[in-house]
């Protein structure tokens, strides 16, 4: 059955804390701990630190963790360079970042990968952390050769998506912090249906949960469709 992709945001920004890691378990430690020292204070930089690079398929939580990452050393006062393939024109480099973060590599243009290229280099001059994520590891990425093997320098982590019992787990366990009851028959819908990206399911389920106490009626496959053809 063909699936539906929704263009709908996470409601809550992304964190550390509501990353949901399933079989990531090890990667999102060494985030966290990774974020602890990347935040610029006294320590921090006493040797150039190893960059890290992130892949995994769409869904996989590469941008959460990206995100969650810049949020964390952002709490901390720290300065964060980010630069993603949707940007059309990047921010000069600036010595007094903590961290260079880098998402998307696989879809940059010439000229980010250019930009990417020359942050990567003033952020080792400078014993900056680097954090970059794609969707394959960097042997398979088909951008500039300097900037593919710097990404493949360091620590390369691959993520996985969540399996079947995790999702919905997650499922469940989200309708209920709610006060929802979703049955069976409705969570076979939204996986069956709809993008199993778990941010994008997220989402799903903040819209029915509005949308049901609106229409003061519990969630039910005939109350998504009529969501959905309003929408």
């Known amino acids: 059955m063909k699936q539906i992709a929704l263009d709908i945001r996470v409601a809550d920004g992304p964190t550390f804390a ?7 378990e090890v990667v999102l430690s060494h985030l966290r701990a990774w ?16 960059p890290d690079y992130l892949w995994g398929p769409a869904g996989s939580g590469k941008t959460h ?5 810049r949020e964390a050393l952002q709490a901390r006062g720290a300065g964060v360079g980010w630069l993603d393939a949707g940007m059309e024109e990047a921010p000069p480099f600036d010595e007094a970042w903590s961290a260079v973060l880098m998402d998307d590599v696989h879809l940059y243009t010439a000229g980010l990968q250019h930009v990417a290229f020359n942050w990567f280099v003033h952020a080792q001059a400078s014993r900056m952390a680097v954090l970059a994520a794609g969707d394959a590891p ?16 360091g ?4 993520l996985q998506l969540l399996g079947e019992a ?8 989200a309708a209920q912090w ?12 939204m996986l069956t249906r709809f993008s199993r990206d ?4 997220m989402e799903l389920l903040n819209q029915l949960d509005g949308y049901a106490l609106r229409a003061q009626r519990p969630i039910t496959i005939p109350l998504l469709k009529a969501m959905l053809e309003e929408t």
Not at 138 to 153: F, K, N, Q, S
Not at 155 to 158: A, D, E, F
């Open 18 to 24: 509501n990353f949901l890691p399933g079989p990531n």
């Open 35 to 50: 974020a602890e020292s990347a935040d610029g204070t006294e320590g921090a930089r006493a040797g150039a630190p190893v």
């Open 65 to 69: 963790l990206l995100k969650a990452a």
């Open 138 to 153: 960097p042997v398979g990425l088909t951008l500039r050769e300097d900037l593919r093997t710097r990404l493949g320098w």
């Open 155 to 158: 620590h390369v982590h691959g």
């Open 166 to 173: 995790e999702l919905r787990a997650v499922l469940r366990g």
């Open 178 to 189: 709610r006060g929802l009851s979703l049955g069976e028959e409705v969570t076979d819908f």
């Open 198 to 201: 778990l941010g994008s399911l």
